[in-house]
């Protein structure tokens, strides 16, 4: 009985081995109706009324306008690079000094052994004001003044001068006791009518007797300052007075 029980399993179970390894059947499909082959129709409505216009009829003997070419952009033209020099190997030009420059030229480099002084604000200099605008003022005027001589064979006026608002006098001393005086009685500086305008021009008293050059200031005529400063007439003799290049007054003749 155990035999024959092991035989029909086992005949069993390759029975529904086999079962399991063979493929389905196909599936047999009917053909599809609606065309005289079996195939589907396409069908596409035409909506008439969303046709463009037909375009307009041109006159005869005229031809329609051809349509311009677009131009191409024209090349940028970039400016050459120029190559940028670095701060360290930049160098500072060395400023030049003419005889009627306000400034002083620089002292020489002092020793390690010296003490060194910083430079102190200039007499009659407003305290804004910087210690170039005096020197590039001077060198505008001696330019401008130099080309308008070689236009009228006039040469640029050379000799101390003070100045104040493109205002430039040139000036000579002609009483120097009279400036010690004053300075024995404490006196600082001097003033000087300018014309054109309704103020004076103050200027250090020290720069008129060492004939020297420095920019001034401006004070109204009511300032109540004026009586310890001292009229610049009575001691200074007025040559030429230019106001941004243009001469004003010029002698002989006393200065009115």
């Avoid at 390894?21 to 499909?29: D, E, G, K, L, N």
């Avoid at 031809?63 to 360290?88: L, N, Q």
């Avoid at 620089?106 to 407003?126: C, H, L, N």
Wanted: glycine content about 8%.
């Amino acid at each position: 009985m155990q035999r024959w029980t092991a035989a029909l399993l086992t005949a069993l179970l390759h029975a529904l081995l086999v079962l399991l390894v063979m493929p389905p059947p196909p599936a047999i499909t009917s053909p599809p109706s609606g065309g005289a082959d079996g195939g589907g129709i396409d069908v596409t409505l035409i909506d008439r009324s969303l046709a463009p216009p037909p375009p307009e009829p041109q006159p005869p003997g005229r031809k329609p306008p051809a349509r311009k070419k677009p131009r191409a952009p024209r090349p940028i033209a970039r400016p050459p690079s120029t190559p940028v020099v670095p701060p360290a190997a930049a160098t500072p030009p060395a400023p030049a000094y003419e005889p009627d420059d306000w400034t002083v030229p620089p002292a020489p480099a002092p020793r390690d052994s010296e003490e060194v002084d910083f430079p102190t604000q200039a007499w009659g200099q407003p305290p804004d004001a910087r210690s170039d605008d005096a020197a590039r003022a001077n060198a505008a005027l001696a330019a401008k003044l130099g080309r308008r001589g070689a236009r009228t064979d006039t040469p640029a006026p050379v000799g101390p001068n003070i100045g104040v608002d493109g205002f430039h006098v040139y000036y000579e001393l002609i009483n120097e006791t009279r400036l010690r005086e004053w300075r024995a009685r404490g006196m600082t500086e001097l003033f000087l009518p300018l014309p054109g305008t309704r103020r004076l021009m103050v200027c250090p008293l020290e720069v008129a007797l060492r004939r020297g050059s420095s920019p001034c200031r401006m004070v109204e005529m009511d300032s109540p300052e004026l009586k310890s400063i001292g009229d610049a007439r009575e001691a200074i003799s007025i040559k030429r007075v230019y106001q941004l290049g243009d001469l004003l007054w010029s002698g002989p003749g006393p200065y009115r």
